[in-house]
Structure formats: structure tokens, C-alpha cells
């Protein structure tokens, strides 16, 4: 897989990394096979995805211990290992925001503990607090970095003063957040902010949770233990106003040879230079069509037609 620098001043990663939530957490969770998926993370590594992102909270702390085990020994150092800090699980499907300074050192260390390593190469806030400022959180993860466990943090989901908040405090070496055909919002400020400020761009769900693939044809599909079936652009009515949307890619991929997946993933890396697209799977068979969208070319006039779709029907959540 060709590859880009993270960011002004990171290392050269693949164009695509791998987002580990589905593997044990809000998608068809009765499937889970972590033997499966530690297997799916090793395949993902030999086809040149280095970038492989999880979070304290997907299982909860189950996601963790799943990519910790597939990155062991000789696995490690091939990755550029990122999880995140800053969401807790509670009872009921509820979660809460903590950016306490307190919760983010104590959480450093069982997310090591739990990934088998003594470093990750991203730690990121996943979602700040509104109930403490965002400099003293921020001053936190810092503190991970002066102390050798972390190489460079990030932020995700954020406003561009948010990230002007941050930079304040120490360097932001990348913004996470949804970017797809269907979730365009961050191409109004915070992705050219990030281009201006050469910080890296991690879009999550850029399948628009898989709907874009062109896999799902009905609500009455989704799995029963599936968080999806909560979704706005889910319900029977907006997914099927939706279909015109993944009709579009499918015409565009048809055209050009490549599947709807890769066209999707193709539009997203096409929007910047430092875009890392984080497309998550647990099927070997969609790991390899989803890399092979490094190597799709869309024209100008492909650009620009795919661009033209219209929003979807239905909020993000």
C-alpha cells in the first residue's frame, strides 16, 4: 500500500487504517470471534494498513485486549498502534465524558496493560468534556508523552477552536472524526484547519457504517444487537431514501472498475493530503477491497459527481 506522512511531522503510514470498534462492540456483537479478528488485524499489517485504532471504551476494554493480543511480539513494531481516553461506559448502552486529569493518567496505564505494550503511537481524547476545560485535559495527555508512553496525541470530534484550545497547550497531531458521501460536515472548517496546520485527518465511518458498501438493503437486515437499528438514516423510511445515494457510487464504480467500498474510501482519501481514512471490518474478504482503495483513481469528473450527491435523509445519531 503506498503511503503518506502523519501529519507535517509524523512517521510514513499506510493511506488506510483499520477501526477495531465492530470487532467486539456495537455491530452484530453476537458474532464476535476474536480469534477471527486477531487474524483479520495480522492480514490488515501484511497488506500495509499500519494504522490500527481501538478505544478504552469499545467492549468496553475488550477491544483493547483483542488488538493486544494480535500486535503481539514480532506484530508491535509494525503497527502504529492509536487508542483513545475519555468516554465511560455505563449500565444501559449509557456513557459518560471524563477528561479529568486523574481519569486520563490512570486510564494510560490499563490501556497499555491491556495492549500488551509499553507505548501507543496515538492517544487521543475522544470526546472532551464540557464539564472541565479542555487545556487542563489536554495537559493530561500531554503528561503521557514527557513520560515516554505515548509518542503524539490527537483529538476527534472536535471544533476548530477546540483544537485551537489544545494547540495552546502542546502540539495536536491529529483530528478524528466522521467523514463520508453521507457526512460531509467537517469540510466546512475543521478539515481545511487541519490541512492549514498540517495535522493529521482520521475520518471514522467513512462507509458510512457500511451502508455506502451497498450491503445493507433494509432495516429488517441489520443484526438485532445492532446499533444501527438506532440510527436516524437507519429507520426503514431513510434507508430507503438512502439507496439513491449508494446507487450514485455504484454507478461511479461500475464505470471505473472498482467496487462501491473502494469508490467511497477513494472520495475520502481524495480530500486532503494528510487523510488517513479508519474503515473497520472483521472479514478478511472486505479488508482486501477496502485496500485496495489506495490504488483507485477518480477523475476530476468522478470527483465532482460524487461531490453533487445530495445529503442523506436522517441525523447521524
Request: aromatic share 6%.
Amino acid at each position: 500500500m503506498r503511503t503518506a506522512t502523519f501529519g507535517t511531522n509524523g512517521p510514513e503510514i499506510g493511506v488506510l487504517g483499520l477501526g477495531c470498534m465492530g470487532m467486539t462492540w456495537a455491530y452484530d456483537v453476537q458474532s464476535r470471534d476474536d480469534e477471527n479478528s486477531v487474524k483479520v488485524i495480522r492480514q490488515a499489517l501484511d497488506l500495509g494498513v499500519t494504522l490500527i485504532d481501538t478505544a478504552d471504551m469499545y467492549g468496553p476494554f475488550t477491544n483493547e485486549e483483542v488488538v493486544g493480543a494480535a500486535l503481539a511480539g514480532p506484530y508491535r513494531e509494525r503497527a502504529f498502534l492509536a487508542t483513545k481516553v475519555g468516554i465511560v461506559p455505563g449500565g444501559s448502552g449509557q456513557a459518560s465524558r471524563d477528561g479529568r486529569p486523574e481519569h486520563v493518567r490512570r486510564s494510560i496505564d490499563d490501556s497499555l496493560r491491556r495492549l500488551g505494550t509499553d507505548h501507543v503511537d496515538l492517544y487521543q481524547l475522544h470526546r472532551v468534556d464540557p464539564a472541565v476545560p479542555i487545556e487542563e485535559t489536554w495537559g493530561a495527555l500531554a503528561e503521557t508523552v514527557a513520560a515516554g508512553k505515548v509518542r503524539r496525541i490527537g483529538l476527534s470530534e472536535v471544533t476548530v477552536e477546540e483544537i485551537k484550545r489544545a494547540q495552546s497547550v502542546h502540539p495536536v497531531a491529529s483530528v478524528q472524526s466522521e467523514l463520508s458521501l453521507w457526512t460531509r460536515d467537517v469540510l466546512a472548517d475543521v478539515l481545511p484547519y487541519t490541512e492549514e496546520q498540517g495535522i493529521a485527518f482520521l475520518p471514522f465511518s467513512p462507509l458510512g457504517r457500511g451502508f455506502l458498501t451497498g450491503s445493507i438493503a433494509s432495516f429488517d437486515e441489520l443484526p438485532a444487537d445492532d446499533f444501527r437499528r438506532r440510527l436516524p438514516r437507519f429507520q426503514q423510511d431513510a434507508l430507503k431514501a438512502n439507496l439513491a445515494l449508494v446507487a450514485k457510487v455504484k454507478e461511479v464504480a461500475d464505470r471505473i472498475g472498482a467496487t462501491p467500498a473502494q469508490v467511497a474510501l477513494a472520495w475520502v482519501l481524495a480530500q486532503g493530503r494528510y487523510v488517513f481514512p479508519i474503515p473497520g471490518t472483521k472479514t478478511p474478504r472486505y479488508l482486501v477491497d477496502n485496500a485496495g482503495a489506495a490504488d483507485v483513481v477518480l477523475s476530476a469528473a468522478d470527483l465532482a459527481e460524487l461531490d453533487a450527491l445530495p445529503a442523506p435523509t436522517g441525523d447521524r445519531y
